[in-house]
């Protein structure tokens, strides 16, 4: 927590805007130092109900916040800086968790000066298993970086990446923790193929997924020496390896994530 905890205001407080707000909260910031915004009223009375913290309109987030989140969707973050973006005193922290904006689209829209600093992070911030990337706009310094660092390194692990880079990271852990997801379901309905009943295939994938990122993370091998220790000359893990690879999944991943990258910079393109 750093020496002064600041207001931070999180506008915009969907799902990637409540996973800001509620990690912040566990990691023990202030309610009291927390502000949101809310398009709908059952929205705004839901988040002020299950954490406890005010629920305001942009306008006044923007006078009483040090740092806005903004965390609308990228086609939104126009209209919203259309209201704000001359209320926007230049000295105030922007970060921006809007997926594909470079910061020069918030540069072109606020008061000249204003520091803004871009992050992706992920859904496993629900379980303080982020991981979040920060990227200094052009009036962005170490301070700042620093400050957003603060934010979200409770909610998992944070990198400091060049901007240029961003986009890649939406592609490979923004939107990651989707394509994990879409491999254990297939592999519990082969598992429900094979014979087992439906919950034990289940048991039996997530926490071998969980022991291989485990090991991934804490044992500082390279995947590939990794998969080699599993397979053994003429046993069952290269059968199932050459059928992998026979059916091209690796292949298909690298389009799967030149896809996002692509579409990231689309959304960008539009939004501007």
Request: negative net charge.
């Amino acid at each position: 927590m750093p020496a002064r905890v600041h207001t931070v205001a999180v506008i915009g407080a969907g799902k990637i805007g409540e996973l800001v707000l509620s990690g912040l909260l566990r990691s023990g910031w202030p309610a009291d130092r927390l502000l949101a915004t809310a398009r709908r009223s059952a929205r705004a009375e839901e988040l002020a109900s299950r954490y406890g913290v005010r629920v305001v309109d942009n306008l006044v987030a923007v006078d009483e916040a040090d740092v806005l989140a903004v965390a609308v969707k990228p086609q939104d973050a126009g209209a919203l800086l259309e209201e704000i973006g001359p209320k926007v005193p230049a000295d105030k922290l922007v970060i921006s968790l809007c997926a594909g904006l470079p910061t020069a689209f918030f540069n072109r829209r606020l008061p000249e000066g204003t520091p803004v600093v871009r992050v992706m992070t992920n859904t496993p911030a629900l379980v303080d298993e982020a991981m979040t990337a920060i990227s200094a706009g052009a009036h962005a310094t170490g301070e700042h970086l620093a400050l957003a660092e603060e934010m979200f390194k409770p909610l998992g692990a944070t990198v400091r990446v060049p901007e240029s880079q961003q986009d890649a990271v939406t592609a490979l852990s923004g939107s990651g923790p989707a394509y994990f997801y879409l491999l254990v379901e297939a592999m519990i309905d082969a598992g429900i193929l094979l014979g087992l009943p439906r919950q034990v295939a289940h048991e039996l994938i997530v926490q071998t997924a969980i022991g291989s990122a485990v090991m991934l993370r804490d044992s500082g091998e390279h995947p590939v020496k990794l998969r080699e220790a599993v397979t053994s000359p003429a046993g069952t893990t290269i059968s199932a390896v050459r059928e992998l690879e026979k059916h091209g999944v690796r292949a298909a991943l690298l389009a799967a994530l030149e896809a996002a990258r692509d579409r990231a910079r689309e959304l960008a393109s539009q939004a501007d």
